[in-house]
């Protein structure tokens, strides 16, 4: 359990460290004139799938905490019962988390 917990950390710290240099590049290009409107709402609906990407993120590792919980207090079978869930979370918010910030797709 513990070491489950450890490894899921460094996982989430190893996100972030992964994600903090691209973030740092983004922020050294030169920013596009915001005279319009339309640029400041597109500069900033840019970072609404970052976030909803996080915050699936964090939902998904709390399902699998909730699970590994549930584990420990019934006979088992949690984690994996909750897979699909916090599984289709956890896929859903890398792909938005790390797909916005490397700027793939829409």
């Known amino acids: 359990m513990k070491r489950t917990i450890v490894l899921t950390l460094i996982g989430i710290i190893g996100l972030g460290m992964l994600a903090s240099p691209l973030l740092a590049q983004y922020q ?4 596009p004139s915001l005279s319009s409107s339309f640029d400041a ?5 840019r970072f609404i799938p970052i976030i ?3 915050f699936l993120l964090m939902f998904a ?8 919980r549930l584990d420990q207090t019934t006979k088992g079978g949690w984690t994996v019962a909750l897979l699909p869930l916090w599984g289709s979370f956890l896929v859903v ?6 797909g916005s910030i490397l700027r793939i797709g829409g």
């Open 61 to 68: 590792l709390t399902l699998f905490l909730i699970g590994l």
């Open 28 to 31: 050294e290009q030169p920013q």
């Open 93 to 98: 918010g890398l792909l938005m988390f790390i």
């Open 52 to 54: 909803i990407g996080w």
């Open 41 to 45: 709402a597109s500069s900033i609906l």
